[in-house]
């Protein structure tokens, strides 16, 4: 039997809930975009009317005045946009409870068994985007396919311009509807890929699949078998509740407000950073082994950065035993240019009852103390207790401290 996967992504969705919320904003050039005294000042998400004009997600705030003078803008609610999702989520689970959430504004769907229930695939995919639609004012775009690789590709380059907002794709059609698109279409391609395909005169998705599997997978390892695989429409993976999925890791990034290429600066932040990632390992009762630290340079004409990651002799929780290998892995191979981003993750997860004893230092006290910290910011607020360093003119910490995703909630 072959399986119905559904990907179900919200239209402009951020800009769509501002329409929800007000409606005299309905067949105006809506932008959402945050502060444009900063680089947040970017275009989080753009109605159709705003499109039109050529408004594009990531755009400037600046760009889109030339382009656009009438154009609304909305500083976003973060917080707001949670609260439809998780909604949307509660709609998807009343029609099936294998949900999995992808992003804020997509979610996977496993219909598989329901047509008895809901009818065929496409009649499923119009029942559930009426639903979203009455429920919360805004449009859904859903892709289906046999698995999510198909569902993906189905809602990313046919659904969205579909005027139902549906498109199936499937084992039969896979190659003749996706083979002719430019190779920068196939879900997992991005610039650079793009650029080294280009360089093996691989144009299409078409290309890319008549190349021998073995090539792929000798030059680039697992992501060169999977992007093959990916041009096929093969996809292994399943669908699974979100609340039934294990942690594999927990981690914090985020974009900066300016360029940063002052050393002892990028190092405040890199402790915030990890303050956070030790702060929700210990929520979830974990400690981890492998630290990764990622950094992405300030020009986007000639992308620079890293992803770096290192296991640690024993698994931990601590702040300050991690922040030393985030800052011996940024010191090892940041180039010296100004940095744009900084992530930091720990993963190798496991119970933090797994602790190896050692006679030198007290490492119970240490979680015990982390977790003593973790309650009074839960109760008082991130900035009631905090690191002096975060006094210092490098620290994000007051600014981003009532924000969600860097935005205001």
Same mark, same amino acid.
């Given at each position: ?110 219909? /598989? ?269 991130? /900035? ?26």
């Amino acid at each position: 039997m072959h399986k119905i996967i559904l990907l179900a992504d919200m239209e402009s969705f951020y800009a769509s809930v501002e329409i929800a919320r007000n409606p005299s904003l309905q067949g105006k050039p809506v932008v959402v975009c945050g502060d444009p005294q900063q680089r947040r000042g970017i275009v989080l998400a753009a109605n159709r009317e705003a499109k039109a004009y050529g408004i594009e997600t990531a755009m400037g705030a600046w760009e889109c005045k030339s382009l656009c003078p009438h154009a609304v803008f909305i500083r976003p609610h973060m917080q707001e946009y949670i609260n439809v999702s998780l909604q949307m989520t509660e709609i998807f689970q009343r029609f099936t409870d294998r949900v999995a959430p992808y992003s804020i504004d997509e979610q996977f769907l496993d219909m /598989t068994g329901c047509e008895n229930l809901f009818g065929t695939p496409q009649e499923m995919a119009l029942r559930i985007n009426k639903e979203i639609q009455k429920e919360t004012g805004v449009r859904c775009r859903i892709g289906i396919g046999e698995n999510p690789l198909q569902a993906k590709m189905a809602c990313d380059r046919f659904a969205k311009k579909n005027p139902q907002g549906v498109f199936q794709l499937n084992c039969e059609n896979y190659a003749f509807l996706t083979w002719p698109l430019p190779i920068r279409d196939l879900f997992g391609v991005g610039f650079r890929m793009e650029r080294n395909l280009h360089r093996m005169a691989v144009k299409t998705i078409g290309c890319l699949a008549a190349l021998p599997r073995e090539k792929m997978k000798s030059r680039w390892g697992i992501n060169g078998e999977v992007l093959w695989l990916n041009s096929h429409g093969i996809d292994y993976s399943n669908i699974h509740s979100c609340s039934t999925e294990k942690h594999k890791g927990v981690g914090h990034s985020m974009t900066l407000p300016r360029d940063y290429n002052h050393k002892g600066k990028i190092e405040v932040v890199l402790l915030e950073i990890t303050e956070e990632v030790c702060r929700r390992a210990r929520g979830l009762k974990k400690i981890g082994q492998v630290v990764n630290l990622y950094c992405r340079g300030a020009d986007f004409n000639n992308p620079t950065g890293f992803s770096r990651q290192k296991k640690l002799a024993e698994p931990t929780a601590v702040t300050m035993d991690i922040y030393p290998v985030v800052l011996k892995l940024f010191d090892i191979h940041w180039n010296r240019l100004p940095v744009r981003a900084l992530g930091v993750s720990l993963s190798g997860l496991i119970e933090d009852q797994y602790i190896q004893l050692s006679l030198l230092e007290d490492k119970e006290k240490k979680i015990q103390l982390g977790r003593a910290m973790d309650e009074v910011r839960e109760r008082f607020g991130i /900035t009631s207790l905090f690191r002096a360093s975060s006094l210092t003119s490098g620290s994000q910490l007051f600014d981003r401290a009532h924000k969600i995703g860097g935005h205001e909630a």
